[in-house]
């Protein structure tokens, strides 16, 4: 399994990024190797806010197999 | 034999014989509750209070039902707290009860707080010990029953809330003997797959009873070994149960807990993008802060020719070498008289320089004789001057005389 995308942590080390950045005391190649992978965190938590499929669903006790949960009107 | 006139008068009178007994008109009695109804209208309680062999019809009106801090419910035993009456209409003997209790209710209570102290010394309920909750699970495993306001509640919740979210149910009764063995067989389902990052465990509002199975040790000792986080909500805000004092996090109602397990998805976008402008400030700021750097290093002189930095070089080389020459020639002049001023000083301490003075001294086999002791007459002496030495011969001896 990949590694696993924790979105806290995602955000945490895009802040980090942002400040080392605003120090301005890095060398150009840092910068702008920052600079990417800050980019690229913060497009993963662009996806990772939008690509979550809403599913509901519920355990079958029998089969431990997952099926629909159907959400009945009240 | 009394005559009475009405039945009105006997039902009144037999009221009143009640009333007036200090044992019927207050009084407190055990039994089973059946038969409850609470009548929408009206809001009172109607139920049948039993034991084995007898039984008694009881009201509870509205105002008392809703000062008790649970809901009456049918099979519950309870002591009621009321007075007897008849009802003139129907005849009927009745308690009109004021206030209910339940009984075992005290050892349940004591029964979990002996629980809670012997899992509060072991740690079980340590903050350090519980894990934080993640701001966007992935997929949020909810222990529950599948029927019920619950998981609609959780599920209203967090579609109001987060538009994507993922849910998976792991039905389990959240009542009676199964209660805390189905919540285990759940929390270990969830645990032996990789998709889940938070577990909730909802149930809606009941007795004490109806909520004991999540005062069960095992239970407890389950959530605290869980490695996912796990939410409790059972019961309402004023319920507490064991499962929510282990748990990582307490929410007071299952809708409470499904506003902690999803943020809001505008506040999540928000400060996505926020963060998002600051990584561009952040780099357009680099640049600038390089381009000022680069600016500055461009006006300073040195790049104007390299001729005009070889000649500063040159001059400043010039200039070291002559202080250098100086400072060699001052040095030695310097040492030098140091050194004479030594030598003069050791020459005015030495004997040779008291003996060019005019004084002499006498020695006699290499060793000055500084007395006429021990001298005789015919002795042989060597007087020594500054430019040489004679031998003499002692002719006389004047002790005591210079």
């Known amino acids: 399994m990949a590694e696993k995308f924790v979105y806290e942590e995602a955000i945490a080390e895009l802040e980090k990024i942002v400040d080392k950045l605003s120090t301005g005391k890095c060398s150009l190649d840092d910068s702008l190797e920052l600079y990417t992978r800050g980019v690229k965190l913060a497009n993963e938590c662009d996806k990772k806010l939008s690509e979550v499929e809403k599913k509901i669903a519920v355990i079958n006790k029998d089969s431990l197999e997952e099926e629909p949960f159907e959400e009945d009107e009240e | ?402």
């Not at chain 2, 067989?185 to 004991?212: Q, T």
């Open chain 2, 1 to 402: 034999m009394f005559t009475f006139n009405s039945v009105t008068e006997l039902n009144t009178y037999a009221n009143d014989v009640l009333s007036a007994d200090p044992r019927t008109s207050s009084l407190a009695v055990t039994g089973e509750i059946s038969n409850l109804t609470i009548y929408r209208s009206s809001g009172h309680a109607y139920f049948t209070l039993k034991d084995e062999s007898s039984q008694i019809s009881c009201v509870m009106f509205k105002n008392y039902l809703a000062s008790l801090s649970f809901v009456p419910k049918d099979g519950m035993k309870v002591i009621l707290t009321g007075t007897c009456s008849i009802y003139s209409a129907n005849g009927k003997f009745q308690i009109k009860a004021f206030a209910m209790r339940q009984v075992g209710k005290g050892d349940l209570a004591q029964q979990m707080k002996e629980l809670h102290r012997k899992l509060s010394s072991e740690g079980l309920f340590a903050q350090e010990h519980k894990l934080p909750i993640p701001v966007l699970p992935s997929r949020i495993g909810v222990i529950s029953s599948p029927a019920g306001a619950v998981i609609h509640d959780i599920i209203n919740t967090l579609n109001r809330r987060n538009p994507n979210y993922s849910l998976l149910l792991y039905p389990a009764s959240v009542q009676g003997e199964t209660c805390a063995a189905e919540v285990i067989s759940g929390i270990d389902h969830f645990c032996g797959r990789d998709d889940i990052d938070v577990i909730i465990i909802a149930r809606g509002g009941g007795s004490p009873e109806d909520l004991w199975g999540f005062n069960d040790e095992n239970l407890a000792r389950k959530i605290y070994d869980c490695r996912i986080p796990v939410i409790s909500a059972v019961g309402h805000e004023t319920d507490y149960t064991i499962c929510d004092y282990v748990a990582d996090l307490r929410a007071p109602t299952p809708t409470a807990a499904a506003e902690l397990v999803i943020g809001k998805y505008d506040e999540l976008l928000s400060n996505l993008a926020n963060k998002k402008s600051m990584l561009n400030l952040a780099l357009m700021n680099y640049a600038e802060i390089q381009r000022r750097r680069l600016d500055a290093l461009k006006d300073s002189k040195a790049l104007y020719s390299p001729m005009v930095y070889v000649e500063q070089m040159r001059s400043s080389l010039d200039s070291v070498r002559k202080d250098l020459a100086n400072s060699g020639r001052l040095l030695i002049s310097e040492q030098r008289h140091q050194l004479k001023s030594i030598i003069d000083g050791i020459e005015m301490l030495g004997p040779m320089n008291v003996l060019k003075r005019g004084y002499s001294y006498a020695s006699a086999e290499g060793k000055a004789v500084t007395s006429v002791k021990g001298l005789k007459v015919g002795d042989g002496l060597d007087v020594v001057f500054s430019d040489g030495s004679i031998s003499v011969e002692v002719k006389d001896i004047y002790e005591g005389e210079s």
